[in-house]
Structures are given as C-alpha cells and as structure tokens.
C-alpha cells in the first residue's frame, strides 16, 4: 500500500520540484518540502500564500470541528510573521451533510474571519456523491504586509534561542482519544486529557503574536512528521546545527501515554498547534510572556549552532521518514 500522508521528500524532490509551470521572478519561495507557505513579491509587497485541505470531524461538533480545521490553514500563513488577510475556500460536501450543518460551519468560518481581519476573497460550495468526512475541501490563504516583517522559514542562525510551545503529538493524540476511546485500554483520566490535546491545535494567533513580540528569526508549525521533522526541517534550511535539550521539551497529560499504547513515537507524530521557534536572545523573553499570555504551554528547548544537523543530549534526531500516527489512525478507522 502507498504510505499515507504527505508524500516524502525524494518524491516531491523527484516529481513535483522540476515541474513548477512558468518561472516568474515575483515568486520568491516556491513550493518547498517542509516550508509553510509559498512568498510571493508584488508591487513591494509581501504575499505569503498556503493551501491546505480541510476537514472537518463531525463528532466535534460542527462549530468546534470548523475552528480546528480552520486554523490548521491559517497557521502556515502565519508562520511568516505576516497577518492573513485573505482567504479562498472551496467545499466539496458529502451528501450527508444537511444545510443546517453547512450553515454551522459557515457561520462559524465568517466569525473567525471576522476576528482576525480576514477577508473571503472567492470559493465553491457543492455537494458530489463520492465525497465524504473527513475531507471535505481545501482552502488557500494569503497575508499580505511589509517584506521587513516577513518572517523566513529558513531564517534561523547560531546564537538564536529555540522555544516549543505546546509539545509533541498534540493532535494526533487529541484525534486518535477523541474518535477512538473505546478501542483505547486506558484510565478514563488519561483519556479525558488526552482528549483535551484537540484544544491545542490552535496556533495562529499564538504565531502572530510572537512574530509581533520578536525578533524572532524563524517559526515552523509542526504538522505531518512532528517535531523531530519540524526541528530537521529548519535546520536543515539554515544550514545550521539545532542542540537540543530532551528534558526541557513540553509534554502534554495524555500525550505519552496514548503514544506508548499504540506504540509509536510522539516526537515523529503529527502536531498542529505546536510552534517551533529561533528566536534571537533578545527576544526570548517578550516571546515567552507574549505566549504565555495566551495560556500557550512554551519552554526554552535548545539552541542553534554552527554545524548540520539535529542533536538531543548529544544524541543525532533523524527525520521521521513517515508520521507514525497516520498508519495507527487507518487501522482504527478500518476496525482493525
């Protein structure tokens, strides 16, 4: 069977990076394995640019489902330091979503909108038989700023400060407790906070109010591959070696010992909402007590050096070469 998930750098690098359509020099970064966003340069502007796929898990409630999946799409435009401003939705719904729960989910992506200035510029709305939960669409969304406030994903340099917020497998473990609790054998008090780990999967505003905090030099959202691929993945950008201190690393109740029960490791498993940031030392400060502000889980981690690589108490952090939580979420989901 093909590996779920995100396909993996030879094949993007084989595939996908030599066949980009037209070259344009207002294209400033590309599509890239393991960057956020896309960066575009118009009229001496700033235009960062991500799209995602959305989806939406019914058992959250329509609202509540809508927001998570909703900021999964803001936060790679966020990363950059430069507020979205503009957002391009398309729905594909299944046939069993009624009107009032289209009307939820709406109603719930204009308020959000509404709330951090981004404005609906175009989308699609239908319904096709072959369509079903969880994906039910994608959506692209644009900031637009001053390019001295762009924040670069492959910004980081040695003598910056590495802060994690949240920690690893938030939302794997949130996902996999919240729709499969009764196949996991464990104290009804872990699963309850393991199934609180969904509410840490929102990280926008969290990302933009440490770029306005900063300076910061770098910022990554840990999704497919966790924060063993997020911490490779800047690194490797920078050219620059990424020391890190195992102990200090934040961990959320619930986390470990879901990962422990299925067995795979929660450094390489799949965690919207958790920010991995360089921060220059001047910075780390207002960066933590901005966070912590907003009730965000941040701790100093590790620093940047000259060199490659990533290192935890002197051991070499490999990047995953899948998400392990992808395999264990397709077993449940086929009963097996």
């Not at 502000?293 to 002197?314: C, L, N």
Request: one cysteine or more; hydrophobic letters at 45%.
């Amino acid at each position: 069977m093909t590996d779920l998930g995100k396909v993996d750098r030879a094949f993007f690098e084989d595939r996908i990076a030599p066949k980009l359509g037209a070259d344009r020099e207002d294209v400033r970064i590309g599509p890239t394995h393991g960057i956020d966003f896309g960066l575009l340069s118009v009229g001496g502007r700033a235009v960062a640019v991500a799209t995602d796929p959305i989806s939406i898990l019914p058992v959250l409630g329509f609202e509540r489902a809508t927001r998570f999946a909703l900021d999964l799409v803001i936060a790679d435009v966020a990363v950059s330091g430069l507020a979205p401003s503009h957002l391009s939705i398309s729905f594909t719904l299944p046939p069993e979503m009624g009107d009032e729960e289209f009307a939820t989910v709406w109603e719930t992506v204009d308020r959000e909108c509404r709330e951090m200035g981004i404005a609906v510029a175009t989308g699609h709305t239908a319904r096709y038989s072959e369509c079903s939960y969880p994906w039910i669409g994608a959506a692209t969304v644009f900031g637009v700023g001053d390019p001295e406030e762009l924040i670069r994903p492959d910004g980081a340099r040695p003598g910056d400060r590495l802060l994690l917020t949240t920690g690893p497998a938030a939302e794997a473990v949130g996902v996999l407790a919240t729709l499969f609790s009764d196949r996991i054998d464990l104290p009804d008090s872990v699963l309850s906070a393991a199934r609180d780990r969904i509410e840490d999967v929102h990280c926008a505003r969290d990302a933009l109010a440490a770029a306005a905090a900063g300076p910061i030099s770098a910022m990554h959202d840990a999704t497919e591959g966790g924060i063993a691929g997020a911490m490779n993945e800047m690194a490797a950008g920078a050219g620059v070696r990424f020391e890190i201190d195992r102990d200090a690393v934040v961990l959320r109740p619930g986390v470990e010992e879901v990962a422990d029960h299925f067995d795979f490791d929660s450094w390489a498993a799949t965690s919207c909402g958790t920010l991995l940031l360089a921060v220059d030392p001047s910075g780390v400060e207002r960066v933590v007590e901005a966070l912590e502000a907003r009730d965000t889980a941040v701790a100093e981690i590790g620093r940047v050096r000259e060199g490659e690589g990533v290192v935890a108490d002197g051991e070499r952090v490999a990047p995953p070469e899948r998400d392990p939580s992808w395999a264990v979420y397709a077993a449940l989901a086929a009963g097996s």
